[in-house]
Every structure is written in structure tokens, then in C-alpha cells.
């Protein structure tokens, strides 16, 4: 489905303190009201609307004949156009709500017990408003396309089924662990282990070598989009502070999720994508974007678990380009050069118009203390910190051109001899 031509995508962009509380599952939907009628789409059961429920009970068709189950009291959505539901409600005759997993600028995350795969999942109920509806539609697309060309113990989240129902669509996803950001958040913001963060980091450029090999562009990579697959933890000592335990995933196993941003390589991408922290140079100076954007994000989430902090905290233009240049070294002046009228004021005489430029002096200082790379590194990162280092520096060459592709940085020695998945 084509996507309207917007300067912005609904959620991707949003800027929010780094240190608040995010959630792992974010997209965008809408709406229709109807009975549901079960039918398989690309190998993948949806239940498409086929009109309005005349009374409070709904049907759904069943290869015996039809089961009659009494659904919940007809409400009105709340002022944002969310879901209104209640605990131990039924959600169409299938799904029986258990509890609330998060709420997001999409809609909520329920956990779901699925009387007929007999499993627990997680169902996303997107927001009855126009807007979210098309990125919804989006979404399934892609997910379709994932899940018709992965196998089921893939690196991206898997879609059950879909169906609309008063006036949301809802997704079917497998239920997973918590995400990435949750473990970093309870742990205090330490890091974690530099073997877990390899073997999450190779998975990580797999599943995005798997999109772009579809041709597929995720746009929003962030550690509140990849979630563990195992429910479980265990606690360990923090090598630099042995008093203090940390929370880590029993097993290093992770899927990316969110699709709602994703878009095919053949579409126009003049528009603003990626949450803040992990946005690419290239999307902030105008220049259009592609497979590129999706590597750089790669290295900001690497950086990130290996030093415990988001590496680019910030929330205005000028200052994240500042940051880019303490951390990697001056902007190319070729792509100042061919900066769109939005960023061309971001520089003077062929140079970043940073510190004159500068919002505050704590702009300024915030800035300063920054590290260079291989400086941030190896005060974190006691061993691989040389490969690492040369690898995080593949990914984060300005010109996208010369960056590493996902398969270019599978390949790299960081990830040599550590092909078994932790367990």
C-alpha cells in the first residue's frame, strides 16, 4: 500500500528524555466496525470485517458450525481513540484478555490467552484515528512478507493473525520477553557483558541482512524494538561493582519488532525517520535515505548496551550534528555542501555552525564532555574493545556510501569464532 507523501512518519521521530521509561512495541492503525470472518491471507489467518454487529453478542466461524460467545459491553473508545476494555474480557471469541503489557502513540499492547492455539500472545489494538489505519496496513504487509520468506524460529517477530474489530484493527504477535531497553532501565543503565552484547549484535545485522535482502527498510531500530525471546533472567554480578547484581536475559536470543515505519526501497525517502538517539546523519542534513540509515542505528544500539547510555542523548538538530563530530570527526564537507534548505543552516563556510550556533551553554558543555569513540569504548569495553572499535567505525562512516552493509559487518572479526548463540 502506497504511503501518503508526509514530511513525517506518526511515531518515529519523537524526541523524549533518554532515561524515561519507553516502551518496546511501537506502530500505527485504524479503522471499521464489524463481525469477523476467519480467512487465510498469504499463509497467515485474518479475519476480515464483513459488517456491523446488530446486537452484544458477536459469532466467529468455525469448521463445525458457529460458536456463540457473549463479548464485552459495547463502549465508547477514550478521548485518543483508545480501546476501552476490561481484565478477563474477550477480545472476538478467540482471544480472552489477561493484562496490560504497554500503551504507545499506536494504541496498547495486550497479553492474550488463545483458546485455539492454546498459547499466550500479545495483541496490538491500534487507535480508532485515520492516520494509523494506513500504517497498519503497512505493517501486515511487511509482516506477511517477513514471515512468508522466515522460518518460524526467525530473528523477526511473527505475526499470528490480524483482524478489525470495533473500530481498531488488532495484530496477533507471538508473546516475547521484555526488550532490550526494559533490561537497560533495571539495571541502572550499566552495561552488559561484552560477550551478550556480540552475540545480540550479530543477530541484530541478520535479521536487518534478512530485510534488506527483501528490500525492506525498518527505519526504527532502538532498543525498545528488540525484546529477548525468553521470559526468563538470571542475576550476575557486575564485574566493576561485584556488590551489585544485574538483571540479564537467560538466553541471548532476541527478534526486532515494529514495522510500522518499514518501508521498501523503492519508495521516496525524503522524510523524517528513526526515534532521535538513532537517527543517521544523512536523514538530519535532507539527503535522502536507504539500507544505510538501518546500519547506523545498528552501531548507536551497540554502543549503547556496551556503555550503558543512549551514545547521542539529545533533542535539537545542531547539537546532535555537534555530537557526531566530538564522537567521529568532522562532517564531510561534500554533504554540508548538498544539506536541504532545513539543514543548510546548520553550517557556515563550508563548517558546522557549532559553538556559536549553540542553544545554551549547557548545549555547549553537554557537547564537551563527550568522548571519542575509541575513547567510550575502551572505558567500557575490556576485551574485543580493538575489534569492536574498528567495527563501530565501519558503521558510522558519514557518507553512506561508505558504510558497511549488514553482511559486510557480519563478517567482521568482532563476530569471528562466536558463531554459537549463547544459552
Known amino acids: 500500500m502506497e504511503l501518503e507523501c508526509l514530511t513525517e512518519l506518526p511515531h518515529a521521530h519523537v524526541d523524549r528524555p533518554r532515561k524515561r521509561a519507553r516502551l518496546g512495541w511501537d506502530v500505527s492503525i485504524a479503522p471499521t466496525i464489524g463481525v469477523l470472518c476467519g480467512q487465510e491471507v498469504g499463509g497467515v489467518t485474518s479475519l476480515a470485517s464483513v459488517g456491523a454487529p446488530s446486537d452484544h453478542t458477536y459469532y466467529t466461524m468455525h ?112 508473546k516475547l520477553g521484555p526488550s532490550l531497553y526494559d533490561f537497560l532501565r533495571k539495571n541502572g543503565y550499566r552495561p552488559f557483558p561484552i560477550d551478550l552484547v556480540r552475540e545480540i549484535g550479530r543477530q541484530l545485522l541478520e535479521s536487518v541482512a534478512f530485510m534488506h535482502d527483501l528490500r525492506l527498510i525498518h527505519t526504527d531500530l532502538k532498543p525498545e524494538n528488540i525484546l529477548v525471546v525468553s521470559q526468563e533472567h538470571v542475576n550476575v554480578s557486575d564485574h566493576k561493582f561485584p556488590s551489585h547484581n544485574m538483571r540479564l536475559p537467560k538466553s541471548s536470543a532476541v527478534k526486532v519488532i515494529d ?31 536507504s539500507y544505510p540509515c538501518d546500519v547506523w542505528s545498528l552501531g548507536c544500539i551497540l554502543v549503547e548496551l556496551c556503555s550503558g547510555e543512549a551514545l547521542f542523548q539529545t533533542h535539537e538538530n545542531l547539537e546532535h550534528l555537534a555530537m557526531m563530530e566530538r564522537v567521529l570527526g568532522p562532517i564531510p564537507r561534500h554533504m554540508m555542501k548538498r544539506a536541504d534548505r532545513h539543514a543548510e543552516k546548520y553550517f557556515r563556510r563550508t563548517r558546522l555552525n557549532w559553538p556559536e550556533g549553540a542553544s545554551s551553554r549547557e548545549s555547549i558543555n553537554a557537547v564537551h564532555k563527550m568522548l571519542r569513540l575509541q575513547n567510550l569504548v575502551m572505558k567500557h569495553v575490556d576485551r574485543s574493545a580493538g575489534d569492536l572499535i574498528d567495527l563501530l567505525q565501519g558503521m558510522f562512516k558519514y557518507e553512506p556510501a561508505e558504510r558497511l552493509t549488514a553482511h559486510e559487518a557480519l563478517r567482521h572479526p568482532f563476530f569471528r569464532n562466536n558463531n554459537r548463540r549463547m544459552e
Request: glycine share 8%; aromatic share 12%.
Open 259 to 289: 514495522f510500522g515505519s518499514t518501508t521498501y526501497d523503492s519508495r521516496d525517502h525524503n522524510y523524517i525517520v528513526s526515534t532521535r538517539h538513532y537517527r543517521a546523519p544523512e536523514v538530519i542534513l535532507g539527503l535522502g535515505w
Open 63 to 174: 469448521a463445525k458450525g458457529v460458536a456463540r460467545i457473549a463479548s464485552p459491553p459495547w463502549r465508547e473508545d477514550d478521548k485518543d481513540g483508545h480501546y476501552m476494555f476490561g481484565l478477563g474480557e474477550n477480545l472476538t471469541s478467540r482471544y480472552k484478555i489477561y493484562s496490560k503489557m504497554g500503551e504507545g502513540t499506536f494504541g496498547q499492547v495486550l497479553e492474550c490467552w488463545d483458546r485455539e492455539s492454546k498459547e499466550m500472545v500479545a495483541i496490538k489494538i491500534v487507535r480508532g484515528i485515520k492516520k494509523y489505519w494506513d500504517a497498519a496496513l503497512i505493517e501486515i504487509d511487511v509482516l506477511q512478507q517477513l514471515a512468508k520468506h522466515q522460518a518460524s524460529s526467525g530473528l523477526c517477530v511473527q505475526i499470528r493473525n490480524w483482524f478489525d474489530y470495533r473500530n481498531h484493527i488488532c495484530i496477533v504477535f507471538e
